[in-house]
């Protein structure tokens, strides 16, 4: 074996024992003795991928992509990079390279999966889960991803099925369980909580905790049992509190610039003319899945899921050197961005998710910040920002997992910092209400779905569109729903959900006495 060889085989076990410095160094002896050596630039690429220098890894696998452009590996994890920077067009460009039926490779398979099923095109998906598994089916981690996919296209049945395989691979498979939490059928004779119990009482890591809490908070309640279920939910959320830095102040600077006050001064420059974009937003867990599903139910609408090409298009365009996608910095000199250039930029970046149609939701909740610049951007687009309860609304945020790698999420871990968190929400979206711009529309959760028909006819109107009987039925909406309301949205509208809060009776005290202080109606 040569010594390219050697440092070679070296570098893959260093990465595969997550040595990440010594697998760099190894990967860099190769290039220096061979610069052509494609795998040594791979390789790089997925260091970085595993060091979340998403920008770094997706250069260096182009550059092993233009040394061999024939490896389907390569291209599957560019696709993964272009996911996790969620840009829907490049990730189905690089995708497009792999052909499924030849890939001999079942890791490559998985994750190319996951980086479609991570925007949204879970059908392609499934594709390549069921071949990865026809090659190998004692891997854990393929059951589940392909249990993911099922879930989002409506399929829980296979979901299940697909959960419970990776479990019994996998007894301590901390994320599956979560998954199989709200897919239902829980009851005093069919549940996981002993397993769940026991499983939590000897793991250490936070993440893992905080994915049994959850799993085991939706099976208390599934038999009634709510403070049980908010006590393990407050022990798991402090813990990873103590392990997760968030900075209210923070939040609450790029809400003060969001506000219409901050924009008073910016001269009205004329946006780009697209009435495609349908923009549901508001608060996670106040009905903006149920907003999408209703109005994506019109013959001329498509949905097309929460997409982050605004708030991408921004940053594209600032060029701000921070590494958020949105902070002050980045809000700030938007303030000089030219208005037609933001538009046509965002439309071109959905253009491969929305087609031809002649319109489209984006429900992505924190486009809520943007307001001033959708206005400004795309005049003719419809924003529709959804309020709830603020007691439902924040207990929902404290029941919810979001994404670790969320950039909005962080206030979740704590029901104060939710409660701050929806407040600076509350007082923005009325300061825009109170300025009463004709394509923005407040509309109230326990409103629509306690007179569903006349609001919905409402909303209809306001989108500009004609009417159509079966956007009543929005439970009948076949389009793959990949957020946290994936399985409620299957069912006909109902006022089940409103006062949810008050199951969970002293454990909201602190909650409702600040909304009380703040004035705040609930």
């Known amino acids: 074996m040569n010594t390219i060889d050697e440092f070679h085989r070296l570098a893959e076990k260093a990465i595969n024992t997550r040595d990440y410095v010594g697998a760099h160094a190894y990967c860099v002896s190769i290039i220096k003795a061979n610069p052509q050596h494609a795998d040594a630039y791979f390789l ?47 990730t189905l460009n690089a995708a497009e390279k792999v052909q499924i039926d030849k890939v001999k490779n079942a890791l490559t398979l998985d994750t190319l999966g996951v980086s479609l099923s991570r925007i949204g095109w879970h059908e392609k998906a499934l594709d390549c889960f069921r071949a990865a598994l026809v090659m190998v089916r004692d891997n854990a981690s393929f059951y589940y991803n392909y249990a993911v996919s099922c879930k989002f296209s409506g399929d829980f049945k296979q979901a299940k099925i697909g959960f419970e395989r990776a479990i019994a691979l996998r007894p301590n498979y901390h994320e599956a369980y979560y998954a199989m939490s709200d897919l239902g059928g829980i009851n005093q004779d069919s549940n996981h909580i002993k397993q769940l119990e026991q499983l939590l009482s000897t793991i250490d890591s936070p993440d893992a905790s905080l994915h049994l809490a959850h799993a085991l908070a939706k099976e208390y309640e599934s038999l009634g049992k709510y403070p049980e279920a908010f006590a393990v939910l407050n ?34 420059t004329t946006g780009f003319d697209s009435k495609q974009p349908i923009f549901v937003m508001g608060m996670p867990r106040s009905g903006t899945t149920l907003v999408e599903r209703i109005i994506s139910h019109h013959s001329d609408v498509v ?4 997409l982050q090409d605004f708030g991408l298009a921004v940053k594209e365009l600032t060029q701000t050197n921070s590494n958020k996608v949105l902070d002050v910095e ?45 206005l400004r951007a795309l005049p003719n687009a419809k924003i529709i920002c959804l309020v709830r309860n603020p007691m439902d609304t924040c207990i929902g945020n404290y029941r919810q997992l979001f994404s670790f790698n969320s950039p909005y999420s962080s206030y979740s871990y704590d029901l104060k910092d ?13 300061k825009w209400q109170q300025g009463a711009p004709a394509n923005f529309k407040m509309l109230n959760y326990e409103t629509l779905v306690s007179e569903p028909e006349p609001q919905i006819k409402q909303l209809i109107a306001f989108c500009g569109l004609e009417w159509q009987e ?32 008050r199951k969970y009776g002293d454990a909201t005290l602190a909650l409702q006495q600040f909304f009380d202080e703040q004035n705040i109606p609930y």
């Open 418 to 430: 939710t409660g701050r968190y929806y407040q600076q929400f509350y007082h923005l979206v009325n």
């Open 470 to 501: 079966q956007c009543l039925h929005a439970h009948n909406n076949k389009a793959p729903v990949s957020t946290a309301s994936k399985v409620q949205v299957r069912e006909p509208i109902n006022t089940s959900s409103i006062g949810r809060w």
């Open 44 to 90: 790089l690429g997925i260091i970085h991928i595993e060091i979340a220098q998403i920008a770094k890894a997706t250069k260096l696998i182009d550059k092993a992509i233009i040394l061999a452009p024939t490896h389907d590996e390569y291209y599957a994890y560019l696709a993964k990079c272009h996911s996790l920077l969620g840009d829907i067009s490049a």
């Open 330 to 374: 980045t809000l700030q000199a938007a303030k000089l961005v030219d208005c037609k250039k933001l538009g046509q930029r965002y439309i071109e970046r959905t253009a491969v998710k929305s087609g031809k149609s002649k319109h489209f939701v984006d429900k992505l909740p924190f486009n809520f910040f943007y307001i001033a610049l959708i």
């Open 235 to 268: 022990t798991a959320k402090a813990r990873k509190r103590k392990n997760t830095p968030y900075d209210f102040i923070q939040d609450e600077s790029i809400f003060k610039l969001a506000g219409p006050a901050s924009w008073d001064d910016i001269s009205q």
């Open 303 to 306: 949905s097309c899921g929460e």
